[in-house]
């Protein structure tokens, strides 16, 4: 399962290297999309959005000290379903979440896009 996850990191990784060198980005469906945080009714964004946008759209309250800059990691949130429907986590996000965080489903929500219905879970580490 890990390696078969890396390979598809990998996968991936080659992709976004191809767009980059051709100039061209990969394209993001338009939606709308059902973005679900548990106990709130979905609500429907368009392809692309953020997470935390979409949690501030909904009114639901998500910490996210230093702005959706991906450097404090405080809007860390874990996907519960749809994880096939965030777009792959950059660098930075890589970087701020660890390896060991990325493994266990959670992305930043300043940085995962939506490309497809999901539900969010939001944890409460204070």
């Known amino acids: 399962m890990a390696e078969e996850k ?16 051709s100039g ?20 429907p964004v368009p392809g692309g959005t953020t997470i935390l946008a979409g949690a501030a759209a909904a009114g639901v309250d998500l910490d ?18 749809g ?10 996000e890589q970087m701020v979440l660890g390896s060991q965080s990325a493994a266990s489903g959670l992305r930043l929500a300043c940085q995962a896009r939506v490309v497809g219905p999901v539900t969010i879970r939001i944890p409460r580490w204070f």
């Open 6 to 21: 890396r390979r598809r990191g990998l996968r991936a990784g080659l992709r976004r290297a191809a767009g980059r060198l």
């Open 24 to 43: 061209r980005r990969p394209a993001i469906p338009e939606g709308p999309f059902a973005l679900e945080f548990e106990g709130h009714a979905p609500i």
């Open 64 to 81: 996210h000290y230093c702005g959706g800059m991906a450097s404090c990691g405080t809007c860390k949130v874990s996907v519960v379903t």
């Open 83 to 92: 994880v096939e429907n965030l777009m792959d986590a950059d660098g930075r």
